[in-house]
């Protein structure tokens, strides 16, 4: 699977932004798809992700309330709306596909999933 996301770019504190990633393949359906995101100087962390079939979403509680993940599998794309942003949400985000996990907690964790975007730029001014 080769993911490519984009949709970033340079908002003010208080807007909104939607990242997308498409994925290549026709097996986009069997996938977790989580997104993650890394400040400068910072380790990479965890965002949201989304089951294989949209049936089960799972939030960082720094975004819980104004990110919201979602997935079109007829499209092989899924997204992350992302609302009330922050300056401290300013990071390079990367989309992920990973193996339909069997623990919750495996959404939660980069190194469970298998294939990863180029990443795209939010940066949120102040």
């Known amino acids: 699977v080769q993911l490519q996301a984009s949709g970033g770019g340079l908002v003010q504190a208080g807007g909104s932004l939607r990242l997308s990633c498409a994925a290549s393949g026709r097996t986009f359906s069997t996938y977790a798809m989580g997104w993650f995101r890394q400040a400068p100087g910072k380790e990479r962390e965890f965002v949201a992700a989304?089951?294989?079939?949209?049936?089960?979403?799972y939030y960082a509680d720094s975004v819980k309330g104004r990110f919201t993940i979602s997935r079109d599998n007829t499209k092989n794309t899924a997204y992350l709306q992302m609302n009330s942003l922050k300056p401290e949400d300013t990071a390079v985000y990367y989309c992920?596909?990973?193996?339909?996990?069997?623990?919750?907690?495996?959404?939660?964790?980069?190194?469970?999933?298998?294939?990863w975007g180029q990443g795209t730029q939010v940066t949120v001014s102040s």
């Open positions: 989304i089951r294989w079939n949209g049936a089960g979403t």
């Open positions: 992920a596909a990973g193996p339909r996990f069997s623990v919750d907690s495996y959404y939660y964790f980069g190194r469970r999933y298998d294939y």
